[in-house]
């Protein structure tokens, strides 16, 4: 599904590295989650998988289904099946919930050649799906995020997800700000959407995330690289003991 | 040569090939008129009212040359709206393309039908806001069009209108030169919605008096031509009673020039005036909201909400002045003006005035000029939605807070689904 190879990044404006050498496999239908400590580059990697400005790709490929993402604008990597939950979802006002959402799916079914949703077809998807991550018809009324709590606007993220029908989903930091109940909600519209044909990358600094979305691989990245990969128990592992152990144990 | 002669030969030249009939009602105020215009001349590009926008092109004794707009299979703005349509080609009223103008309690006349009486209701009020407000800023295209409109309406509103007025402007010729003058007089407790459209000609001038008496309301909706290389300039002079509602709203897409120019007063306690304005401009446009308020009496509300969208060298400017008189306590003042700049080569001038003279009111006025939110326009095209479109949806959003200063929604809506219509077919 997702093969990214020997991918180097930096800051467009200043001359900093993010990315040095990161190398990534996720099948079709695997979930796999990226820990580590901060300014590790997990952040960087969702934004340079998904096409946001700022950053310059030196050396290496990222593609989905054989086809190369970094020569892509985002909406066409939209298209092509990628979608990335924010950390932080970007408000706008004047821009209604559901003239977003109802532009976006239609763009995608567009530029995939399928016919575009009626209003009312689609009015009807929009309101089964946001009831199952209790979001209420006012909040689909409201402007994009605009006065959404913390955990509305991750609902968001997941109600736009299962509306876009994504094959390859990048959860940035997903978890945060969210109380266990929030967070237990938003699982659940995850776990709702795991299928054979869809893959995830979650990622996160802790733990308790992964109890509720169980990944079949977690990697730890740092300064730039993924140094340690393994099973669900890594994340056990540095729940309990940190990043000091893994990062000296690699050194 | 003084200023003053320059002035004074510009407007030698300019109306030297107008006239007007020394005969009926409307010869006094155009006589008057024409003394006040002499005692003037016309504005000079260094008048601190002019500084912004160069009336080089208003003053010219003849229109330049403007290519007619073809819309194509486009609806027009309000085609949706039921309503008594009143056409003008080129300044002139096209009776076969015009509805039946009666309506209940509503008086429509036009000005050259009755120009030649000996007396008319409209005698008090021609040219008599106009007058009014050449203080304290002269606005010599106003009294201009005072003295030598060749036509306009005379409306006199004595109920609640059951439908909108719409004056629909149409050019027939890519050289016409067309001053109109309006009249509306909405008596106590009326209700009028009128509404104006099109180009008009290559170069329009139009006068609109209003007089709002005690507990009348006034809809003014209005969408400029879509012709690329017209020019306008427009004057709205209105005096509002005690508990009466002044509401006027402004699409302009395209155009060279346009000056628009609100002068409201409000003279009765507790009077509603809102002045709103949506422009998008690319290229070769200059557009210029000036808006003069006054608070001349208690409790009185005013807002102002300006919105300009401008890309590929376009010009943006706005004047607004807020004038609180002493005896105008508990006003509530509201003004903003904003430009989305989306390059470098656009341009927004703003100039906002508070003048109070009242101890007890509240004022607020807030101006900014930025560029389109990239961190927005990156999320939208995160989710599938193309560049463009995303662009415009912003731009929309943009435009939305000035689009929902009109009251009947489904006017608003028209506006809004013209306006979507047009940045996809700019796309495009």
């Not at chain 2, 927005?376 to 939605?385: D, H, M, P």
Request: net charge negative; aromatic share 6%.
């Amino acid at each position: 599904m997702l093969e990214i190879n020997n991918l180097h990044v930096k800051l467009e404006e200043e001359d900093k590295v993010i990315l040095r050498g990161v190398d990534l496999k996720i099948k079709a239908g695997e979930v796999h989650a990226i820990m580590g400590p901060n300014g590790s580059g997990k952040s960087t990697l969702s934004y340079v998988l998904s096409g946001r400005d700022g950053y310059e790709v030196t050396d290496g490929s990222a593609t989905l289904d054989g086809e190369e993402l970094l020569e892509m604008e985002p909406e066409e990597r939209a298209a092509a099946g990628l979608f990335l939950a924010f950390q932080y979802p970007v408000e706008i006002p004047g821009v209604g919930n559901m003239t977003f959402l109802r532009t976006a799916v239609n763009a995608q079914r567009k530029a995939r050649g399928e016919e575009e949703l009626s209003a009312g077809d689609f009015l009807k998807v929009v309101r089964e799906k946001a009831k199952t991550l209790k979001i209420d018809a006012e909040m689909l009324k409201r402007p994009v995020n605009v006065g959404f709590s913390g955990g509305e606007k991750k609902r968001n993220e997941i109600l736009q997800m299962a509306m876009l029908e994504p094959k390859m989903c990048v959860l940035d930091e997903t978890d945060s700000g969210l109380d266990v109940d929030a967070m237990k909600l938003v699982a659940e519209g995850v776990n709702a959407l795991r299928d054979a044909g869809r893959s995830f990358l979650v990622i996160t600094h802790y733990q308790r995330l992964l109890d509720h979305i169980k990944p079949d691989v977690v990697h730890i990245m740092s300064a730039g690289r993924i140094i340690k990969t393994g099973g669900p128990e890594l994340a056990l592992e540095v729940e309990n003991n940190g990043y000091a152990d893994i990062l000296a144990e690699v050194k | 040569m003084s200023v003053a002669q320059v002035k004074q030969d510009a407007l030698a030249a300019r109306i030297a090939d107008l006239s007007f009939a020394e005969k009926g009602w409307l010869a006094a105020p155009r006589r008057a008129a024409l003394d006040r215009l002499s005692a003037v001349g016309l504005p000079g590009k260094r008048d601190e009212y002019w500084r912004y926008t160069d009336p080089a092109a208003l003053n010219a004794p003849a229109a330049a040359p403007a290519a007619l707009f073809d819309p194509g299979d486009e609806p027009q703005v309000f085609d949706q709206i039921d309503r008594v349509k009143l056409v003008f080609v080129d300044g002139v009223f096209d009776a076969a393309a015009s509805d039946d103008p009666r309506l209940s309690g509503v008086e429509i006349e036009r000005l050259t039908e009755v120009a030649t009486r000996d007396s008319h209701w409209a005698s008090g009020l021609y040219g008599a806001l106009e007058a009014r407000g050449q203080n304290p800023v002269s606005r010599p295209q106003a009294i201009l069009n005072t003295a030598f409109a060749t036509d306009g309406v005379l409306i006199r509103v004595t109920g609640q209108a059951k439908k909108p007025v719409s004056l629909i402007y149409k050019q027939g010729s890519t050289t016409s030169d067309v001053i109109l003058h309006h009249c509306i007089q909405l008596e106590a407790g009326a209700e009028l919605t009128l509404l104006e459209n099109g180009a008009a000609a290559a170069r329009l001038n139009t006068v609109m008096e209003v007089e709002v008496d005690d507990g009348a309301r006034f809809h003014h909706i209005r969408g400029q031509g879509r012709a690329h290389e017209r020019q306008a300039v427009t004057h709205i002079f209105a005096r509002l009673g005690k508990e009466s509602s002044f509401k006027s709203f402004t699409l302009s897409a395209n155009g060279r020039l346009t000056r628009n120019e609100c002068v409201i007063e409000m003279t009765g306690e507790n009077a509603v005036a809102h002045v709103a304005g949506a422009a998008v401009g690319d290229g070769d446009f200059h557009h210029d909201d000036t808006v003069f308020l006054t608070h001349g009496a208690p409790g009185c509300e005013s807002r102002q909400v300006f919105k300009k969208v401008l890309k590929n060298g376009a010009t943006g400017v706005f004047q607004g002045k807020i004038l609180v008189k002493q005896v105008a306590q508990k006003t509530d003042g509201y003004q903003i003006s904003q430009s989305l700049l989306l390059d470098d080569d656009s341009q927004f001038l703003a100039k906002p005035e508070l003048e109070i003279y009242a101890d007890d009111v509240k004022c607020s006025h807030g101006s900014t000029s930025g560029a389109i939110d990239e961190t927005a326009l990156f999320y939208l095209q995160s989710r599938g939605v193309p560049k463009s479109i995303a662009q415009s949806l912003l731009v929309l959003a943009f435009l939305a807070e000035a689009i929902s200063e009109i009251e009947d929604a489904e006017i608003a809506e028209d506006i809004r689904t013209r306006l979507e219509s047009w940045l996809e077919r700019h796309e495009r």
